[in-house]
C-alpha cells in the first residue's frame, strides 16, 4: 500500500473512529502519490503569481506540502471586479499546480465580510443578496467540483466582540440577510458538490481572554444551531493566528474542540502563524517563543481530536500578512511562519512535522 493511500486511509479511518460523518477522504487514492509525509496532510496559503518567478518558493511548497490554499484568488475582491465577471485565472493555476504536484487545494472563501469589490456595496435587497451569494456559489464551487475537497464556505462569521442577541460579525450579507446567510451558503455549497468538505473558518478562540472565551461560545452555539436544523456542515477551520506574547488557553481550546467533536464535525488548523511582533528582538528566541505557542495550540487540539489537516498561513517569512497589521516596533522583519526568509526550515517546521508525522 502506497504511503498515500495508508494515510487518507488512516485519515479516513480516524474520522470513522471518531464518530465523524462518514470518512473524508482528502483525495481519490488512485491520484498521483504525493511527498506525503505523515499522517496529518500540511499545506500553506500560496500567492500564486510568485509560483512562476521564485523557483525557491515554489521548492519549499512541493517539498513540504500535500495541502494549498489560495492566499488570494477565491476571494471575491479577486474573483468578483465586477457583478457580470468571475476572474479564475488565480485558482485555475493554483489547482493546476496542485494536480501536477499531487496536492490537494482547499477553497477560501465563498462568503466573508473581508475583501469585497466594491460593487457589492449596492446590493440592496434581500432578494438580491439571496441570489447574489447563490449564483456565486454555484459559479465557483460548481467550477471545481470533484476538484476541490474543501471549502471555507463562511469565513469569520463571528462578531469581533460577541454581546448576547449580537454574535454573528457584521458583512453585506449579515446586513441584507440577517445570520440565514450562513445556511444558504452551506446548503448552496452541499447542493452544487455533495462531496466537498464544508468548513466554518474563525480566529480569536487561542487565548485565555474573555473575548476568546465569548467568541467560543458563540461559535459553538452557531455551530450547534445549524447541526440541530441538520443544515449541511463538516468541520470547523481554527485559523490560529496566535499572539505570540499570549498564552495558549490550553483547557479552553481543548473544550471548545472536545464539544466540536461531539457535534461530529472535524477540526482543521487553516491558517496558522504566530504574531512575534512583541516577542523579543533576537531571532534564536523568538523562532523557540514562536514554536513553543505552536505547540501548545497543536497540542490543545491534538489531544482531543487529530485535525484533518494543518495549514500555515504561508510557508516563509519572505511572504506574510502579519506585518500588514503587527509591524515591529524595532523594524526587524516578522518571524511568524515554518520557514525563514531563505526558505529554510526554522523550529516552527520542526513542531509541525512533530504533530503530522512527518518528523518521524
Ligand atoms: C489576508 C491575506 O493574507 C492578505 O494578503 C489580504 O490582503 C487580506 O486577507 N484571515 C483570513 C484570511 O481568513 O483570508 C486573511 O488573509 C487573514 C486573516
Given at each position: 500500500m502506497r504511503r498515500r493511500d495508508f494515510v487518507f486511509g488512516a485519515l479516513g479511518a480516524g474520522l470513522a473512529s471518531s464518530g465523524?460523518?462518514?470518512?473524508?477522504?482528502?483525495?481519490?487514492?488512485?491520484a498521483k502519490a504525493a511527498p506525503v509525509r505523515g499522517v496529518i496532510p500540511y499545506g500553506t496559503a500560496v500567492r500564486t503569481d510568485l509560483l512562476d518567478t521564485e523557483f525557491d518558493y515554489k521548492a519549499a511548497i512541493v517539498d513540504h506540502c500535500q495541502l494549498v490554499v489560495g492566499e488570494g484568488g477565491l476571494k471575491w475582491f479577486d474573483l468578483r471586479p465586477s457583478e457580470d465577471q468571475f476572474v479564475f485565472d488565480q485558482p485555475d493555476r493554483l489547482i493546476d499546480f496542485a494536480d501536477r504536484n499531487g496536492m490537494q487545494m482547499r477553497g477560501h472563501?465563498?462568503?466573508?465580510?473581508?475583501?469585497?469589490?466594491?460593487?457589492?456595496?449596492?446590493?440592496?435587497s434581500p432578494a438580491q443578496a439571496e441570489r447574489e451569494l447563490v449564483h456565486h456559489i454555484t459559479t465557483v464551487v460548481g467550477r471545481y467540483q470533484g476538484r476541490?475537497?474543501?471549502?471555507?464556505?463562511?469565513?469569520?462569521?463571528?462578531?469581533?466582540h460577541p454581546e448576547s442577541g449580537a454574535t454573528i460579525r457584521n458583512s453585506i450579507w449579515q446586513e441584507r440577510l440577517g445570520k440565514r446567510y450562513i445556511e444558504l451558503a452551506l446548503r448552496t455549497a452541499a447542493d452544487v458538490d455533495p462531496s466537498a468538505q464544508l468548513v466554518i473558518n474563525d480566529y480569536n478562540i487561542e487565548n485565555p481572554t474573555q473575548q476568546c472565551r465569548d467568541r467560543r461560545q458563540a461559535l459553538l452555539d452557531l455551530l450547534r444551531d445549524l447541526k440541530d436544523r441538520d443544515v449541511p456542515l463538516h468541520a470547523v477551520g481554527i485559523q490560529g493566528h496566535l499572539p505570540g506574547d499570549m498564552e495558549i488557553d490550553k483547557e479552553g481550546l481543548s473544550k471548545f474542540v472536545e464539544a466540536v467533536k461531539g457535534m461530529q464535525l472535524e477540526v482543521l488548523v487553516t491558517e496558522l502563524d504566530v504574531i512575534?511582533?512583541?516577542?523579543?528582538?533576537?531571532e534564536y528566541d523568538r523562532d523557540q517563543i514562536v514554536a513553543a505557542r505552536a505547540g501548545d495550540f497543536l497540542k490543545a487540539i491534538s489531544d482531543v481530536a487529530r485535525p484533518s489537516a494543518i495549514l500555515t498561513w504561508g510557508i516563509t517569512d519572505r511572504y506574510t500578512w502579519v506585518p500588514t497589521w503587527f509591524k515591529r516596533d524595532d523594524g526587524k522583519p516578522n518571524r511568524?511562519?515554518?520557514?525563514?526568509?531563505?526558505c529554510r526550515p526554522k523550529a516552527l517546521m520542526k513542531v509541525i512535522d512533530e504533530f503530522t508525522g512527518a518528523a518521524e
Open positions: 465523524a460523518l462518514d470518512p473524508f477522504v482528502w483525495s481519490d487514492p488512485t472563501t465563498l462568503a466573508w465580510y473581508g475583501a469585497m469589490p466594491d460593487w457589492t456595496q449596492t446590493i440592496a476541490i475537497p474543501s471549502w471555507d464556505v463562511v469565513n469569520e462569521a463571528i462578531a469581533e512575534d511582533n512583541k516577542l523579543p528582538a533576537r511568524p511562519l515554518p520557514l525563514d526568509a531563505g
